[in-house]
């Protein structure tokens, strides 16, 4: 009787023994912060407010330790030179620290794929459109006399020559380029002037010239960026939520035809990194 209780004792012990480790983990694990990957939205035409927008994220992500990686989901046709800028130049200084992966969903094209070389993995889908690396701008007016309207110098109103206005486009467009080849690295395997034609691809064919790595979904992106930060067991967060930033509201950024409907031509004068579709005719 006595060797029984003893038995039944030692095994309790072993099953206590077993158990408190497994709960005292259990706690341990709630207590530490599941590792984040930030997921930014690109789902417009790239202009001031969604510039913004996405800055606002960019920051958060690259300050916040929780966050360890960082996915871009694309669907943009571009939009202002500068704003496309500062968008990169802002990841640059996040991927110093955390990777960043991208993911084309409809297009990227034009200043949105100039943003997806700025990210060390890129995903397409088979049918995205993707590439149209250039720059379009409408010339600046010939100087001439309005009323009773005085400037203190020829340019002073019309911004500058048209034949400089040319060349300030050039100038862009070779940055972009070497942003594509800088991105894009040995994995390129199109010439430069080929991808100076401006054209667009599908994804597919994307892939064949190297300017994405990879065909896949969104899920794919973020295992993909949980590898590159060395993370399991991952909790994704829209950065959005985060910040509390918004790009709803902004001003209207392309033009209405007549007819009340948007055209896909900037709304305003300046210089674009934007894709327009070949079936569009200005009004």
């Given at each position: 009787?006595?060797?029984?209780?003893?038995?039944?004792?030692?095994?309790?012990?072993?099953?206590?023994?077993?158990?408190?480790?497994?709960?005292?983990?259990?706690?341990?694990?709630?207590?530490?912060?599941?590792?984040?990957?930030?997921?930014?939205?690109?789902?417009?035409?790239?202009?001031?407010?969604?510039?913004?927008q996405m800055i606002q994220e960019i920051i958060y992500a690259r300050q916040d330790p929780q966050v360890k990686a960082v996915v871009l989901v694309?669907?943009?046709?571009?939009?202002?030179?500068?704003?496309?800028?500062?968008?990169?130049?802002?990841?640059?200084?996040?991927?110093?620290?955390?990777?960043?992966?991208?993911?084309?969903?409809?297009?990227?094209?034009?200043?949105?794929?100039?943003?997806?070389?700025?990210?060390?993995?890129?995903?397409?889908?088979?049918?995205?459109?993707?590439?149209n690396v250039g720059v379009i701008g409408e010339l600046p007016p010939q100087p001439s006399v309005l009323g009773e309207l005085y400037s203190t110098?020829?340019?002073?109103?019309?911004?500058?020559?048209?034949?400089?206005?040319?060349?300030?486009?050039?100038?862009?467009?070779?940055?972009?380029?070497?942003?594509?080849?800088?991105?894009?690295?040995?994995?390129?395997?199109?010439?430069?002037?080929?991808?100076?034609?401006?054209?667009?691809?599908?994804?597919?064919?994307?892939?064949?010239?190297?300017?994405?790595?990879?065909?896949?979904?969104?899920?794919?992106?973020?295992?993909?960026?949980?590898?590159?930060?060395?993370?399991?067991?991952?909790?994704?967060?829209?950065?959005?939520?985060?910040?509390?930033?918004?790009?709803?509201?902004?001003?209207?950024?392309?033009?209405?035809?007549?007819?009340?409907?948007?055209?896909?031509?900037?709304?305003?004068?300046?210089?674009?990194?934007?894709?327009?579709?070949?079936?569009?005719?200005?009004?």
């Open positions: 009787m006595i060797q029984s209780a003893t038995n039944k004792w030692g095994a309790g012990s072993v099953f206590l023994f077993i158990l408190l480790p497994l709960i005292a983990g259990l706690l341990l694990s709630l207590l530490i912060p599941q590792p984040i990957i930030g997921v930014i939205y690109l789902n417009d035409a790239i202009q001031s407010d969604t510039a913004q694309l669907n943009s046709p571009g939009g202002t030179v500068t704003d496309t800028e500062s968008i990169y130049m802002e990841l640059s200084r996040l991927r110093q620290t955390k990777p960043v992966v991208s993911v084309v969903e409809g297009m990227a094209a034009s200043g949105a794929y100039y943003i997806a070389v700025g990210t060390d993995y890129i995903f397409a889908k088979p049918s995205s459109e993707v590439g110098g020829p340019y002073k109103l019309w911004s500058s020559p048209r034949d400089q206005f040319v060349r300030e486009m050039d100038t862009l467009k070779q940055g972009f380029i070497k942003a594509v080849e800088l991105g894009r690295g040995k994995a390129l395997k199109i010439p430069e002037e080929t991808i100076l034609r401006g054209q667009i691809y599908t994804g597919v064919e994307a892939l064949q010239y190297g300017l994405i790595d990879e065909l896949g979904t969104q899920s794919q992106a973020f295992d993909k960026a949980a590898s590159m930060a060395k993370i399991s067991h991952y909790q994704l967060v829209d950065l959005s939520l985060k910040t509390g930033s918004s790009s709803s509201g902004q001003p209207a950024f392309f033009m209405q035809a007549p007819d009340g409907t948007t055209t896909a031509y900037p709304k305003d004068p300046g210089l674009y990194l934007l894709y327009v579709p070949q079936t569009e005719s200005k009004p």
